[in-house]
C-alpha cells in the first residue's frame, strides 16, 4: 500500500473514533458543540462500520463501496440540511457551520477510500506466499528435478 493509502484508512479510522467518542458524549448527557444526526441511526452506523473498515484495511472493493454508500447515505442528508439551515437564516449559526464540515469530512473519506481501492493495482494480496518465495514453493519442475536426483543419490551401505 502507498502512503495515500495508509493515510486516508487512518482517517477514516480516526473519524470512526471521533464519531463514536461524539456519540457516547452525547447519550451520557454531556454537553458537546457536535451532535449527531440521529443517535440511534449513528449508534447504528458505527457498528455497521467497524466489519467494514476491516475490509478496508484488507483493500476488498465490495467493502469500500459499503463504507461508502453508507457513510454518504448518512452524512448526505446532513450536509443537505445544514446548506438549508445556513441559507435559509440570516446569520450563521457555528453549530450549523460544524456540523456541515463534519458531515462533509465524512462524506469525502469514504469516497477517497473507495477511489483508491478502486485504483490500486496492489488490491489482491498474494495467497498462501510471498512474491519473493514463489518460485520456490510454486514451481513444479523444481520440485520433480529435486525428487530425481534425490532418488538417484541414494548410498546404500553393504
Same mark, same amino acid.
Given at each position: 500500500m ?10 477514516g ?5 471521533f ?7 452525547y447519550?451520557?448527557?454531556?454537553? @458537546?458543540?457536535? /451532535?449527531?444526526?440521529?443517535s440511534?441511526?449513528e449508534? +447504528?452506523?458505527?457498528? %455497521?462500520? $467497524?466489519? #467494514? *473498515?476491516? =475490509?478496508?484495511v484488507?483493500r ?16 448526505g442528508?446532513?450536509?443537505?440540511n ?8 440570516? @446569520?450563521?449559526? /457555528? ?7 463534519? +458531515?462533509?469530512?465524512? %462524506?469525502? $473519506?469514504p #469516497? *477517497?477510500? =473507495? ?5 490500486n ?6 495467497v ?29 551401505i553393504?
Amino acid at each position: 500500500m502507498s502512503v495515500y493509502s495508509y493515510m486516508v484508512t487512518i482517517f477514516g479510522i480516526v473519524f470512526w473514533v471521533f464519531r463514536a467518542v461524539i456519540t457516547i458524549m452525547y447519550t451520557s448527557g454531556i454537553d @458537546v458543540s457536535i /451532535v449527531p444526526i440521529n443517535s440511534s441511526i449513528e449508534i +447504528a452506523v458505527l457498528f %455497521v462500520t $467497524i466489519p #467494514i *473498515l476491516i =475490509f478496508v484495511v484488507k483493500r476488498n472493493i465490495i467493502g469500500a463501496a459499503c463504507y461508502m454508500a453508507i457513510y454518504i447515505s448518512y452524512f448526505g442528508t446532513a450536509i443537505y440540511n445544514s446548506m438549508n439551515n445556513i441559507i435559509d437564516s440570516n @446569520v450563521i449559526n /457555528v453549530s450549523d457551520t460544524i456540523d456541515l464540515v463534519v +458531515a462533509i469530512i465524512g %462524506v469525502v $473519506i469514504p #469516497i *477517497l477510500t =473507495f477511489i483508491d481501492i478502486l485504483f490500486n493495482k496492489h488490491r489482491k494480496a498474494i495467497v498462501g506466499g510471498h512474491k519473493s518465495t514463489d518460485w520456490y514453493y510454486n514451481d513444479d519442475k523444481y520440485e520433480r528435478k529435486l525428487d530425481d536426483r534425490a532418488d538417484k543419490n541414494q548410498y546404500k551401505i553393504r
